[in-house]
């Protein structure tokens, strides 16, 4: 029986990390209006981009970019 309580617990930490992650992409309207300007200057260039943002990756800034402003035609 401690085995089942011990995966339960399991279960719960995953999900914590999921939403840890997905809370990651949410930006700020600073972060957003510096991302849009930054872009405007130097394109896809998502490492400089990063660069002025304390704490966020090129990885996540790519994606909050594909994801908001990707054409789909």
Known sequence: MAD????????????REETSQESKLD???DEEALITRMFNLVG????????R????????I?????TRYSTSE
């Open 4 to 15: 089942l309580s011990h995966s339960s617990d399991d279960n719960s930490t995953d999900s």
């Open 27 to 29: 930006f700020s309207e």
């Open 44 to 51: 896809e260039r998502w490492s400089l981009i990063a660069g």
């Open 53 to 60: 943002i304390p704490g966020r990756t090129a990885e996540e």
């Open 62 to 66: 790519e994606k909050y970019w594909t």
